[in-house]
């Protein structure tokens, strides 16, 4: 089966044109930009301020050897530490308050309902009624 360089052209086409695809990749690239800011203030405001009272985070100088092979514990250590501390920064800094601020514009009054249907007769009748106004049953 041959396939035609058109074909797979438009094969391609459709693909990219997706919707997902689309939000997906804008998705990344937000995402890559949005990282690059939370490092950003991650390494220069937050670790400088941590430093500033507890002395500076830096583990980097751990390590063991096994058969002249080095294992730098104090790399993973700082990964561990940097990880923590930005997904703390990011729960803190946007996530809580993005969810409070959805929560309010999202918060709508409840709304009690004026009718309720009949179970016999399945007819609207008002919310409040003891008994069906067409067909006398009690609800």
């Given at each position: 089966m041959s396939l035609k360089s058109n074909d797979v052209f438009n094969g391609f086409k459709k693909f990219?044109?997706?919707g997902n695809v689309v939000d997906?990749?804008?998705?990344?690239?937000?995402?890559?930009?949005?990282?690059n800011v939370v490092t950003a203030l991650v390494k220069d405001l937050i670790?400088?301020?941590?430093?500033?009272?507890?002395?500076?985070?830096d583990f980097?100088?751990?390590?063991?050897?096994?058969?002249?092979?080095?294992?730098?514990?104090?790399?993973?250590?700082?990964a561990i530490v940097s990880f923590l501390t930005i997904s703390a920064t990011i729960y803190f800094a946007v996530v809580l308050p993005t969810n409070k601020l959805m929560e309010k514009m999202n918060a709508k009054?409840?709304?009690?309902?004026?009718?309720?249907?009949?179970?016999?007769?399945?007819?609207s009748i008002p919310a409040k009624a003891k008994k069906c106004k067409f067909c006398g049953s009690r609800v």
């Open positions: 990219i044109l997706k997906m990749a804008v998705g990344v690239v937000v995402g890559v930009a949005f990282s670790t400088p301020l941590i430093g500033a009272f507890g002395g500076t985070p980097s100088g751990i390590y063991f050897t096994i058969n002249n092979s080095k294992f730098m514990v104090g790399d993973f250590i700082n009054k409840t709304v009690t309902p004026t009718e309720k249907t009949c179970p016999e007769c399945l007819s």
